[in-house]
């Protein structure tokens, strides 16, 4: 049975994570997120665990999209960095300008204007490449000690000159992205 067949909660969370050899001490702390991070996940549709050949699979969607600019010449907007509630700092250095988790069943054309406005708040722009996808399994490191498989959507979008801002933050409840341009 996969873990989202039903709504989890977070002790149920725990005896899976445990029954699979997945050490919880190392969640919540120096870049890891916390269990209820991952039962979040799991609750928003973004994720599933998988039981798989007696292991357990975070399997997930995510898109990659690169942000370009004009104005000022050609730029890119990177994630520099998350400062979480609890003080924790980490450092990004991710494959593209902005990663989204796509919800269960959602397209990733939709998941780009869904991304663009929640992480950044721009709705003007236009797709500039052909969207490529591609699997990777690896082992998660916002979860250590969980596989994650990874199917990765990348797409190149030029936002219009109107919504070009110095830097963009994205405020949540547990913490604040910082995105810069280079």
Do not use: C
């Amino acid at each position: 049975m996969d873990f989202d067949e039903k709504e989890p909660h977070v002790e149920e969370l725990k005896a899976l994570l445990l029954k699979h050899g997945i050490n919880l001490s190392d969640f919540g702390k120096g870049k890891a997120k916390t269990l209820e991070h991952l039962l979040t996940e799991v609750q928003d549709g973004e994720a599933q665990l998988i039981e798989r050949d007696g292991e357990l699979i975070r399997h997930l969607e995510v898109l990659n999209i690169d942000v370009i600019s004009e104005v000022g010449g050609i730029r890119w907007l990177v994630e520099d960095r998350q400062e979480f509630a609890d003080g924790r700092r980490r450092k990004r250095d991710l494959p593209a300008s902005v990663s989204e988790k796509l919800h269960a069943g959602e397209e990733p054309l939709n998941a780009v204007t869904r991304a663009l406005k929640e992480e950044l708040g721009i709705s003007k722009f236009k797709i500039s490449s052909p969207f490529s996808r591609k699997v990777e399994s690896l082992e998660s490191p916002s979860f250590p000690g969980l596989m994650s498989e990874y199917v990765l959507h990348k797409v190149d979008v030029l936002i219009d000159p109107t919504e070009h801002k110095p830097t963009y933050e994205e405020r949540q409840a547990d913490k604040t992205t910082f995105f810069v341009w280079r």
